[in-house]
C-alpha cells in the first residue's frame, strides 16, 4: 500500500504523476559476451485531482494557411487549453471552394493536457489550377466542469470557430 498526496500549495485542477515499477533483479544478458543487460519497466499514469473551481477552457492561438510546395499547402491550428483540467476536442476543418462547396474536411477528437498548447497540421493538396478557398475551423468540446474526459451525459458544448480565405495559386 502507499499514498499519494499533493503539496498543501498546488493549484486547482488535473495534475499528472507517474508511479514506475522495476524488477529488483539484476536483468537479462541480451547475449553470452555482448556486454548488454535488458531490465523492464512498467509506468502508470496517475492522474490527481486537487479540489476547488474546475476551469474548461480552450482558445484558437493561431489558424494558418502557408503554400508548402507548388500545389500542397499546410494547414495550421495550435489550440489552447487555459483550464485547469484535460478536455477532450472535437476539431473540424473544412476547405471550401469559391462556390462554398466542401472539398476536403480534417481534423479529429484530441485530448488536450490542462494548460498544454496542441498543434495540428495538415496537407491539403490542391488539384486543380488554384483558386480562392475558404478555410473553416471548428473546435467543440464540453464547458461543464462536473464532466471528465470521456464523458457523454450531462454535456455543456462550447463551439470555437475561425475562418480564413487563401488564394491557392499553382
Excluded: M
Excluded at 515499477?21 to 556486454?35: H, I
Excluded at 462536473?146 to 458544448?157: C, F, K, R, Y
Aim: charged share 25%; aromatic share 8%.
Amino acid at each position: 500500500d502507499f499514498d499519494i498526496v499533493a503539496p498543501k500549495n498546488a493549484s486547482v485542477g488535473e495534475h499528472n504523476a507517474c508511479i514506475v515499477l522495476q524488477d529488483k533483479g539484476q536483468g537479462t544478458t541480451a547475449g553470452e559476451g555482448s556486454g548488454v543487460v535488458l531490465t523492464t519497466r512498467s509506468a502508470i499514469r496517475v492522474l490527481i485531482q486537487v479540489p476547488g473551481e474546475i476551469k474548461k477552457a480552450l482558445d484558437v492561438e493561431a489558424f494558418a494557411v502557408t503554400q508548402k510546395d507548388s500545389n500542397v499547402y499546410a494547414i495550421n491550428a495550435k489550440i489552447k487549453n487555459t483550464g485547469n483540467v484535460s478536455i477532450d476536442a472535437d476539431v473540424k476543418i473544412n476547405v471550401r471552394d469559391l462556390f462554398g462547396v466542401v472539398v476536403q474536411t480534417y481534423g479529429g477528437k484530441f485530448s488536450i493536457l490542462r494548460e498544454d498548447t496542441t498543434d495540428l497540421n495538415f496537407d491539403f493538396k490542391n488539384t486543380l489550377t488554384g483558386g480562392l478557398y475558404t478555410f473553416d475551423l471548428e473546435v467543440n468540446y464540453d464547458k461543464n466542469p462536473a464532466n471528465s474526459v470521456g464523458a457523454t451525459e450531462n454535456l455543456q458544448n462550447e463551439k470555437l470557430s475561425k475562418s480564413l480565405s487563401y488564394k491557392l495559386i499553382n
